[in-house]
């Protein structure tokens, strides 16, 4: 049996703390995987690679059988096995927009910081939470102010509906009008001879939707509409 080792005791508290933080940026967002989540995945990832690396060296001892192992062969099955935790969280909404892969990542990145941790790389992996948060929370609000001109833009889904066909060119002319481009959109006609649009516009990330939609809503051609994104 081995020893009681303090500093595994402190590579599992580290581990937790810096899975606190991935977890309590999820948390503030209201994503499904948060704090709990991200904890779990933290400090069992680490301590998983702590069992993975002492093992190796532990077991080969014996005077009768000369046993050799990976040390790192139970952490090489956590980041696949994480992948299904990720999976869990990206779901494709009606409008066919892709949502929870940042969540997906994020969750993939606190097993990866509780493996350096556990493996002992304590800067490293304190290192990779300021470099995560840094990425997830500042680096995109500057790259929208100073990026290029597609990223000052966000996409919205709209869909409404139109009674009659001829109105369709009309409409599409007059959204255009609204400083907005459009990169697709789909025409399906329905049962009771009305027309449903669907179509992913952008318009400026200053852009205020519930202004938006108001202007939208004017068009009188246009019936029940609708905006997300």
């Known amino acids: 049996m081995k020893a009681f080792d303090m500093e595994m005791l402190v590579k599992l508290t580290v581990s937790a703390v810096l899975g606190l933080a991935i977890g309590l940026e999820r948390e503030l967002k209201r994503k499904p995987l948060g704090l709990k989540t991200c904890l779990v995945i933290s400090i069992v990832s680490c301590l998983l690679t702590i069992v993975s690396i002492q ?8 005077d009768f059988v000369k046993i050799q192992m990976d040390p790192l062969r139970l952490a090489a099955q956590i980041v696949s096995g994480v992948g299904f935790l990720g999976a869990g969280v990206i779901l494709r909404k009606d409008d ?17 910081i509780g493996i350096a941790t556990g493996a002992g790389f304590y800067i490293e992996a304190i290192a990779g939470v300021v470099l995560l948060i840094i990425s997830v929370e500042l680096i ?7 990026g290029l001109k597609k990223l000052h833009s966000k996409e919205l889904a709209l869909k409404f509906i139109l009674k009659n066909r001829v109105d369709i060119p009309k409409v599409i002319s007059e ?19 009305t027309y449903s649009l669907q179509l992913k516009v952008r318009v400026s990330y200053r852009e205020d939707i519930y202004d938006f939609y108001n202007s939208i809503a004017k068009i009188e051609e246009i019936y029940h509409p609708e905006i997300s994104g």
């Not at 969540?103 to 097993?111: D, E, L």
């Not at 995109?140 to 100073?146: A, E, I, S």
């Open 140 to 146: 995109p609000g500057l790259v929208k102010v100073v």
């Open 96 to 112: 066919d927009t892709i949502s929870g892969l940042t969540t997906a990542a994020m969750v993939w990145g606190a097993a990866g």
């Open 55 to 62: 093992s190796a060296y532990l077991f080969p001892d014996s």
């Open 175 to 193: 959204l255009k009008e609204y400083q907005m481009k459009i990169d697709h959109f789909q025409i399906k006609e329905l049962g009771d001879s």
